[in-house]
């Protein structure tokens, strides 16, 4: 088997889009997030969905020719793991300058393009939202970048990462310390299924540009 093949869907795949395990000293299974841990791996696509199922058909111990104890919860394991990773990198982006907070600030990050994503609290309200989904709308309109947004943390959690209290919106602005919460959040958001919030984004826009087309 490849090493870059993921045991459930035998499907080669980049390493970014895979999640690696080794096994421990004490036969457990071990999430590699980093990628760099020593021994010999097996690697799993990466999403809650197909590490639940490499662990439910046992199929850990059959890509290490071995028996193998795998973690009750170990689906929730890597998600804690990809979150911390998210959320650690989130704080060096503030102390680097790059994270603009507040609804307000928010909003004129978007509509001047600086913004590279956005992260909305778990508890964030439907009009606080609704008001930056149409300045992010709006700023493609005008020629400008798609901005993603992501809803992955709640308000404790984005606010003990950015050093402030009730944070619940925040921009993630362009630049390498950007880039780099970028993909961590990417990889977080995968591995949870996806943000409805951005999926609905990019369909109204869709729309609108359809409808643009058949009046013309």
Sequence with gaps: MNDRTCIVTRRQAEPDDLIRFVVGPDSAVVPDIKKNLPGRGCWVTADRLHIDKAAAK???????????????????????LLSRSALGMLGLARKAGAIALGATKVESAVRSGLA??????????????????????????????????YKLFSEA?????????????????????????????????????????????LAAVADEDDAAEDME
């Excluded at 059959?62 to 795998?70: E, N, Q, S």
């Excluded at 008001?131 to 992010?136: G, N, P, W």
Aim: glycine share 12%.
């Design 58 to 80: 046992n199929l850990f111990a059959r890509a290490f020719k071995a028996p193998v104890t795998v973690p009750t919860d170990l689906g929730g394991m890597v998600d804690g």
């Design 116 to 149: 590279l994503f956005v992260l909305h609290a778990t508890e964030a309200s439907d009009d606080g939202v609704r008001k930056i989904s149409q300045a992010r709308r709006a700023t493609v309109h005008l020629g400008g970048p798609a901005i993603p947004a």
């Design 157 to 201: 959690e984005l606010s003990l990462a950015l050093g402030g209290t009730n944070v619940i919106h925040a921009a993630v602005l362009a630049g390498d310390a950007g880039r780099a919460v970028k993909k961590r959040m990417v990889a977080l958001d995968r591995y949870r299924g996806g943000s409805p919030d951005d999926l609905a984004m």
